[in-house]
């Protein structure tokens, strides 16, 4: 944790000394799942959640290409689909509910800039702030299955993930700008699957965004 802030400070600063440094907002909504080789993958769903920071960007070819390092709080996970399914010891479970994994990114991007129209790509290196895992597991039977883990615990989680970010979008001259962007994942983040029988072995967060930006001060 102290290596990801120290990173962010050290990029803030770097950044805030260029002279034409443009400080800004960001926020949206978030469409999260999970990718991977994952087993009964048909169980999981797109959960709807939300993100929102800090962005720093500073020219590198005026007008044309950028360097742009954020930091973000974004909500990942997935919901299950409710659906009866066969587990490895051929068992018959059901899942109802969602989790949630709150995360502290920070992308590093490269923007190119094309009229009003930007284009952006880049690494990004993410902290799992905390979980809350909401699902509740049943039998065949529709018997709940009781758990003694607890919601709230990372244990089985990596803490940092590696990954990147892509997307597209449009930049007013007000400062205003509206754009897609898909983040994913290098490695996996469940070290120990100690919730899901081994359904979240080889998971990796998968998300698109929708975002909204507002550059300060604008060109206006």
């Given at each position: 944790m102290k290596f990801f802030f120290a990173v962010a400070l050290a990029l803030g600063t770097f950044t805030a000394a260029q002279?034409?440094?443009?400080?800004?907002?960001?926020?949206?909504?978030?469409?999260?799942?999970?990718?991977?080789?994952?087993?009964?993958?048909?169980?999981?769903?797109?959960?709807?959640?939300f993100h929102g920071g800090v962005t720093?960007?500073?020219?590198?070819?005026?007008?044309?290409?950028?360097?742009?390092?954020e930091l973000l709080y974004s909500r990942k996970g997935f919901k299950s689909n409710s659906e009866e399914y066969t587990n490895l010891l051929?068992?018959?479970?059901?899942?109802?509910?969602?989790?949630?994994?709150?995360?502290?990114?920070?992308?590093?991007?490269?923007?190119?800039n094309a009229g009003p129209l930007y284009f952006e790509a880049g690494p990004q290196l993410g902290y799992l702030l905390s979980v809350n895992n909401k699902t509740e597991l049943y039998d065949g039977d529709g018997t709940r299955i009781a758990s003694d883990k607890d919601a709230k615990s990372k244990d089985g989680l990596s803490e940092f993930e590696l990954g990147y970010a892509a997307g597209f979008g449009f930049n007013a001259s007000n400062g205003i700008s509206l754009g897609v962007r898909y983040n994913g994942a290098f490695s996996d983040f469940v070290k120990e699957d100690l919730n899901f029988?081994?359904?979240?072995?080889?998971?990796?967060?998968?998300?698109?965004?929708l975002t909204l930006g507002l550059r300060l001060p604008s060109d206006n």
């Open positions: 002279a034409q440094a443009t400080f800004g907002v960001r926020g949206g909504a978030n469409l999260a799942n999970l990718s991977g080789d994952l087993q009964n993958e048909d169980q999981f769903e797109n959960k709807v959640a720093l960007n500073f020219p590198v070819v005026e007008e044309f290409f950028s360097i742009q390092p051929l068992q018959k479970r059901r899942r109802e509910g969602s989790v949630d994994y709150n995360y502290l990114d920070l992308p590093v991007l490269g923007h190119i029988e081994g359904d979240l072995t080889n998971a990796r967060h998968s998300v698109f965004m």
